[in-house]
């Protein structure tokens, strides 16, 4: 079973950047359909960005222009490069892939805003998660 292993989180002053990474075992990395999610306390979580096997991306609107997600094939590793973070960008961000395949799945960009239901559902695979947490 592919697993996946966030790392790249910790505590940043808002303006500043992070570069979340998420290493895959096995070969998922421009296999599957990624993406990262987040979570902030009392809150559902919500898509951040996706990638398709094609490479192609979306982002929500409240990170786009500041975030982006990327993929090295080689080294099997998803990226999440965000810059300009805010206090509301605080929450603990998650790493995803679609490793199975279901009957009804539905294209990758619609991952972004599924709700946490749909996207466990389609998203069979989670890492553990990392805290990314953003001071004024």
């Known amino acids: 079973q592919v697993q996946l292993v966030e790392s790249g989180g910790g505590s940043v002053q808002s303006g500043g950047s992070l570069r979340l990474s998420c290493a895959a075992s096995e070969y998922a990395v421009g296999t599957y359909c990624m993406g990262w999610f987040r979570q902030a306390p009392g809150k559902e979580r919500e898509g951040v960005a996706v990638i398709d096997t094609d490479g192609s991306t979306n982002y929500a609107d409240s990170v786009k222009g500041r975030f982006t997600i990327s993929q090295d094939n080689s080294k099997n590793t998803l990226y999440l490069q965000m810059n300009s973070l805010t206090p509301e960008d605080t929450a603990t961000y998650y790493c995803?892939?679609?490793?199975?395949?279901?009957?009804?799945?539905?294209?990758?960009?619609?991952?972004?805003?599924?709700?946490?239901?749909?996207?466990?559902?389609?998203?069979?695979?989670w890492g553990q998660g990392t805290l990314v947490t953003v001071s004024s």
């Open positions: 995803a892939a679609d490793v199975f395949l279901d009957s009804d799945q539905p294209p990758c960009a619609e991952m972004l805003v599924a709700t946490t239901e749909e996207a466990t559902k389609y998203l069979e695979v």
